[in-house]
Nanobody
């Protein structure tokens, strides 16, 4: 079965760190572009970071650049989102997703497979 499973969310104080994981099964993550998104209540899904297929180039949204890092472990077929200096406004459900498109895809419509999401709550 082809699926992505998100994990690693939780409650953290402002200024803290979390590492989210996206475990892939049934697909080779290096053959896909992998992205992270988040969605807060009442808001649209927001692009955070992408790791392109093939070369593994990365791109980040302005809101998280310098604080978040996307990486992948091909052997473990897992993609990570390392989050530092968390802020209350980072509170949301976080999703990983896979795209077959080349380049640095930022639109959710470019992604064909999604994880179930993991809740991140940052307290002030």
């Amino acid at each position: 079965q082809v699926q992505l499973v998100d994990s690693g969310g939780g409650l953290v104080q402002a200024g803290g760190s979390l590492r989210l994981s996206c475990a892939a099964s049934g697909l080779t993550i290096s053959a896909y572009g992998m992205g992270w998104f988040r969605q807060a209540p009442g808001q649209e899904r927001e692009f955070l970071a992408v790791l392109s297929r093939g070369s593994g180039r990365t791109y980040y949204a302005d809101s998280v650049r310098g604080r978040f890092t996307i990486s992948r472990d091909n052997a473990k077929t897992t993609v990570y989102l390392h989050m530092n200096s968390l802020k209350p406004e980072d509170t949301a459900v976080y999703y990983c997703a896979a795209t077959i498109g080349w380049g640095l895809k930022q639109s959710p419509v470019a992604y064909v497979l999604w994880g179930q999401g993991t809740q991140v709550t940052v307290s002030s």
